[in-house]
């Protein structure tokens, strides 16, 4: 069986609930779309329900593993059984993780109730969906945070800063149009988030000045691709047919644009994408070691420690929610588990003795909220 590897689980959002699925049985996948083969229905299905582009090639790669894991066999001749077989042959054999499973998992059930359009025995399909262990997440301490940022620069540094003061996801950041950075009003406006959500948040005062200087660079750079005849950049959702000069405009272009221009695997064209994430996780995990920090730092732990400390001040749990995007307030719980100070923790009497003697006192701040890279 041929190696197909996907992306990193971690890079891609598990699969969206099933929001149109048919009750049917039996519906032929060439009824809705002649002459295309499978893969194709499948690839078209998941871009007109706006997947994004890694998650099209991720999903396209478990049900082409799925495939071949059985002779090539159409998936209308099969169901739960070889499900289960090839999911118990990733776990057993392949040694995957509990949220690569359930991305498989999600891959394949995404085929068969949305493109063929064949709902399974969800009962049958439950003892294969693994609960995903809980984790504490990597939090870093303010000097170590500074010193990880320290031995960064250029745009690695920025971009980390952003993410430490801001409270950004990494493809977040990647993904920053000049448009969503209103100095004016000292706010980061986070277009398509997870969940295709907008949300607000903070634009640290620290990071005014040297944003600025940036975006004149990026400016210099789009406006000499544009008197070389390219200059446009990606829009999502059709925006191009609606506003036909937007992706000229520097306003629609990255805050982070990649060196190199490249060609658009679905427009053809040639243009300007944003950075490679790869790049700023190689330049973290670099600065990380630089900086002696014994832990597993990754480019999101800026943003679970962006949280943790504006918590630690005192912060109200619902505003760091809110600035995080998250859906749930139990997913913003986690970081009260690893508060090691401050008035929401929980105070070791050692330290309360500690207190009494007056050795030791826990910081509150009851002001307007405050990125942790302007304290």
Do not use: C
Request: proline residues 6%; aromatic residues 8%.
């Amino acid at each position: 069986m041929p190696n197909i590897k996907p992306s990193s689980p971690s890079d891609v959002p598990p699969g969206k609930p099933n929001r149109s699925a048919s009750t049917s049985q039996g519906t032929h996948p060439e009824n809705g779309s002649k002459g295309k083969k499978l893969l194709e229905q499948y690839s078209e299905f998941l871009r007109n329900r706006h997947y994004s582009l890694r998650t099209e090639k991720t999903y396209i790669g478990w049900v082409r593993q799925y495939i071949l894991y059985h002779n090539k066999r159409h998936p209308r001749e099969m169901g739960v059984d070889e499900i289960n077989a090839f999911i118990t042959h990733l776990v057993n054999q392949k040694n995957v993780s509990a949220s690569t499973q359930n991305q498989a998992i999600s891959a394949i059930l995404f085929l068969y109730r949305n493109v063929l359009q064949i709902e399974l025995d969800d009962r049958a399909l439950v003892p294969i969906r693994p609960t995903r262990p809980k984790r504490i997440p990597t939090v870093l301490s303010r000097q170590e945070a500074r010193k990880v940022i320290a031995h960064l620069d250029g745009i690695y540094r920025l971009m980390t800063q952003i993410m430490y003061g801001s409270g950004l996801r990494l493809m977040e950041v990647m993904r920053l149009r000049v448009k969503d950075l209103d100095f004016a009003n000292h706010q980061i406006i986070v277009r398509d988030g997870k969940g295709e959500n907008d949300r607000l948040t903070l634009f640290p005062d620290i990071l005014l000045e040297p944003l600025r200087l940036h975006l004149r660079q990026v400016k210099a750079q789009h406006d000499l691709d544009l008197s070389q005849g390219y200059g446009t950049v990606y829009l999502p959702y059709a925006l191009e047919r609606k506003y036909p000069s937007a992706n000229r405009e520097f306003a629609w272009q990255y805050v982070f644009p990649a060196r190199e221009m490249s060609i658009d695997p679905v427009s053809g064209l040639k243009q300007r994408h944003h950075l490679n994430e790869a790049n700023l996780q190689r330049a973290v995990k670099q600065a990380a070691r630089l900086a002696h920090i014994d832990k597993p730092v990754t480019p999101h732990a800026f943003r679970h420690s962006f949280a943790t400390h504006l918590l630690e001040n005192g912060y109200d749990i619902r505003t760091v929610q809110e600035l995080l995007g998250h859906k749930d307030v139990k997913t913003t719980m986690i970081y009260t588990h690893v508060l090691n100070r401050g008035g929401l923790a929980v105070k070791s009497p050692l330290d309360e003795i500690r207190e009494e003697k007056g050795e030791y006192s826990v910081p509150f701040s009851a002001r307007a909220v405050k990125s942790p890279l302007d304290t």
